[in-house]
């Protein structure tokens, strides 16, 4: 019991001489309350307002044709007004400014199977917007289908044909046209009557065109050609017909045995092909296709050698596009060729058709294909002449500078029979592809269009080469005696650009003029 007291009076003497210790580490935690600052309300001025964004339009719906497009939406109450945007590629390529009341713009100057972008965009009173975007693709550029051609009387053609969706008129070029092609109104039915025909087998094309500019085409103010914006897919595509018209006014012709006379005067004159020596230069994205997509184009003129007249209508002749057929539809009639894809794609070194394109392997002349029918008919010594005038294309998808050779070659004709190389090679009679330099020369921009190969440079210009082979009766028979008897004569015209990175090209169009039974 007295050790059980001792220890708790140690314990208690060690309680009381901690004491003062703990007090002081208690001291030392312990902080005094900081004194707050009276609360000052903010100035106005600091007080950010929550921005609450307006409607944006809604019922936005874009329709549309391959140049003119509509665009609607219901109308947004407390508006200002309206911007409505067009975009290609993320770029504003046309904008229009709308009062409130707006609810539809109609945007006139498209291009065919294009995707762009609408933007409406609703301006309020404050200075804020809220804008709806929609996408749309325009439709595709299409030529007619199912072209029909019937004599309907003496030197008198009706062209008929399916109409197209969207189309603002139709072109039609051949025998009895206007110079420049006879323009034909939309219609359920289209068709056209063509006059002045003469006999023979003749040739019409029939292209849609897509004019973003109505009054050209419209009953006011018509005009007989194509807008300056109008758009159409490229010459070579354009939908053909043929039609062998008989004259029935014109005696029969006497029947001569085949054994009194093994050749008659009859002519013809085919290309057999072409040959890439260097392909022409294209972009790096090569949108329309891997390498060239090229076509040859010929026009005939037959002259009276006494009477100085043109004889009956011209002829124009045009190849399919030869090349990549670059997703293009089966009618478009594009004709797979090349090595630079499976798909085609004409490169440096490629030859149409593949082989040797100065043999026709016996091959029946054709109008569609290689060896391709340029010219046929007789030739009276003494008094017929035939100019032929010859052209190779690259296709870009836009054949208004092949429209505009057109054009060109018929106005200037007269000055191009009586240029100096042509009478030159009338007077020394013999077989002659000659340049002439009178008449119209073509000139030619690299825009995305069409444009011939053989380019030339006249200062700022590109001007369009003109090769043409002279022919007549006196000319074959000294060509014929000079190729030892033989019934055909080759040649080969060269279509050379002029030097510059921007050209580029070389090719070689083979040519067989013959005599045929």
Same mark, same amino acid.
């Given at each position: 019991?007295?050790?059980?007291?001792?220890?708790?009076?140690?314990?208690?003497?060690?309680?009381?001489?901690?004491?003062?210790?703990?007090?002081?580490?208690?001291?030392?935690?312990?902080?005094?309350?900081?004194?707050?600052?009276?609360?000052?309300?903010?100035?106005?001025?600091?007080?950010?307002?929550?921005?609450?964004?307006?409607?944006?339009?809604?019922?936005?719906?874009?329709?549309?044709?391959?140049?003119? @497009?509509?665009?609607? *939406?219901?109308? +947004?109450? $407390? #508006?200002?007004? %309206?911007? /409505?945007?067009?975009?290609?590629? &993320?770029?504003?390529?046309?904008?229009?400014?709308?009062?409130?009341?707006?609810?539809?713009?109609?945007?006139?100057?498209?291009?065919?199977?294009?995707?762009?972008?609408?933007?409406?965009?609703?301006?309020?009173?404050?200075?804020?917007?809220?804008?709806?975007?929609?996408?749309?693709?325009?439709?595709?550029?299409?030529?007619?289908?199912?072209?029909?051609?019937?004599?309907?009387?003496?030197?008198? @053609?009706?062209?008929? *044909?399916?109409? +197209?969706? $969207? #189309?603002?008129? %139709?072109? /039609?070029?051949?025998?009895?046209? &206007?110079?420049?092609?006879?323009?034909?109104?939309?219609?359920?039915?289209?068709?056209?009557?063509?006059?002045?025909?003469?006999?023979?087998?003749?040739?019409?094309?029939?292209?849609?065109?897509?004019?973003?500019?109505?009054?050209?085409?419209?009953?006011?103010?018509?005009?007989?050609?194509?807008?300056?914006?109008?758009?159409?897919?490229?010459?070579?595509?354009?939908?053909?017909?043929?039609?062998? @018209?008989?004259?029935?006014?014109?005696?029969?012709?006497? #029947?001569?045995?085949?054994?009194?006379?093994?050749?008659?005067? &009859?002519?013809?004159?085919?290309?057999?092909?072409?040959?890439?020596?260097?392909?022409?230069?294209?972009?790096?994205?090569?949108?329309?296709?891997?390498?060239?997509?090229?076509?040859?184009?010929?026009?005939?003129?037959?002259?009276?050698?006494?009477?100085?007249?043109?004889?009956?209508?011209?002829?124009?002749?045009?190849?399919?596009?030869?090349?990549?057929?670059?997703?293009?539809?089966?009618?478009?009639?594009?004709?797979?060729?090349?090595?630079?894809?499976?798909?085609?794609?004409?490169?440096?070194?490629?030859?149409?058709?593949?082989?040797?394109?100065?043999?026709?392997?016996?091959?029946?002349?054709?109008?569609?294909?290689?060896?391709?029918?340029?010219?046929?008919?007789?030739?009276?010594?003494?008094?017929?002449?035939?100019?032929?005038?010859?052209?190779?294309?690259?296709?870009?998808?836009?054949?208004?500078?092949?429209?505009?050779?057109?054009?060109?070659?018929?106005?200037?004709?007269?000055?191009?029979?009586?240029?100096?190389?042509?009478?030159?090679?009338?007077?020394?009679?013999?077989?002659?592809?000659?340049?002439?330099?009178?008449?119209?020369?073509?000139?030619?921009?690299?825009?995305?269009?069409?444009?011939?190969?053989?380019?030339?440079?006249?200062?700022?210009?590109?001007?369009?080469?003109?090769?043409?082979?002279?022919?007549?009766?006196?000319?074959?028979?000294?060509?014929?005696?000079?190729?030892?008897?033989?019934?055909?004569?080759?040649?080969?015209?060269?279509?050379?650009?002029?030097?510059?990175?921007?050209?580029?090209?070389?090719?070689?169009?083979?040519?067989?003029?013959?005599?045929?039974?």
């Amino acid at each position: 019991m007295m050790k059980r007291i001792a220890f708790v009076a140690r314990v208690a003497a060690a309680c009381i001489a901690l004491a003062p210790l703990l007090a002081a580490s208690l001291d030392a935690q312990r902080t005094e309350p900081v004194a707050k600052a009276p609360s000052t309300p903010l100035p106005r001025s600091a007080i950010v307002p929550v921005v609450v964004a307006p409607p944006a339009p809604k019922g936005v719906v874009v329709t549309g044709t391959q140049v003119i @497009v509509t665009v609607v *939406w219901q109308s +947004v109450p $407390g #508006v200002a007004s %309206y911007v /409505v945007i067009r975009r290609l590629n &993320n770029n504003t390529v046309k904008q229009a400014s709308l009062p409130a009341t707006a609810t539809r713009w109609i945007d006139v100057g498209t291009r065919p199977s294009t995707d762009y972008t609408y933007v409406v965009d609703a301006i309020y009173p404050d200075g804020r917007d809220a804008f709806t975007e929609v996408p749309f693709k325009t439709p595709l550029a299409e030529n007619p289908r199912l072209v029909k051609a019937t004599q309907v009387g003496a030197h008198q @053609v009706q062209l008929t *044909w399916e109409p +197209v969706s $969207g #189309v603002s008129y %139709y072109m /039609v070029f051949g025998p009895g046209s &206007n110079v420049g092609g006879m323009k034909v109104a939309p219609a359920t039915s289209p068709s056209v009557l063509v006059m002045g025909v003469s006999a023979g087998l003749r040739v019409w094309n029939v292209g849609s065109y897509y004019d973003p500019d109505p009054q050209l085409w419209s009953s006011v103010g018509y005009s007989p050609y194509a807008g300056p914006r109008a758009f159409s897919t490229p010459g070579a595509d354009f939908t053909a017909v043929r039609l062998t @018209v008989i004259d029935p006014t014109a005696p029969a012709p006497p #029947v001569v045995p085949s054994s009194s006379a093994p050749f008659g005067d &009859n002519y013809q004159v085919v290309a057999t092909g072409f040959r890439v020596n260097h392909q022409t230069f294209d972009d790096p994205l090569q949108l329309d296709g891997k390498g060239d997509e090229a076509y040859a184009a010929f026009m005939s003129f037959q002259f009276n050698l006494t009477t100085g007249r043109q004889v009956g209508d011209f002829q124009a002749r045009v190849t399919p596009v030869f090349g990549d057929l670059n997703d293009q539809p089966p009618r478009s009639g594009r004709v797979n060729a090349g090595s630079a894809s499976p798909a085609g794609g004409l490169v440096t070194g490629d030859v149409v058709p593949p082989g040797d394109p100065t043999q026709r392997y016996g091959r029946q002349v054709s109008s569609e294909l290689f060896p391709f029918l340029i010219w046929r008919g007789p030739l009276i010594a003494g008094q017929d002449a035939v100019l032929i005038l010859s052209t190779m294309w690259e296709s870009d998808g836009n054949n208004d500078a092949y429209l505009q050779w057109h054009r060109d070659e018929v106005n200037s004709l007269a000055r191009t029979w009586a240029d100096p190389m042509v009478l030159q090679a009338l007077k020394a009679k013999q077989l002659a592809l000659v340049m002439p330099t009178s008449g119209s020369q073509t000139t030619v921009s690299l825009l995305k269009q069409d444009r011939p190969i053989g380019l030339q440079r006249s200062g700022p210009f590109l001007t369009l080469p003109r090769w043409a082979i002279v022919l007549t009766r006196e000319m074959l028979d000294n060509a014929f005696a000079a190729a030892g008897g033989a019934s055909i004569v080759r040649m080969q015209i060269p279509f050379v650009d002029a030097p510059g990175p921007d050209l580029q090209g070389s090719y070689v169009l083979y040519i067989d003029v013959e005599r045929i039974r």
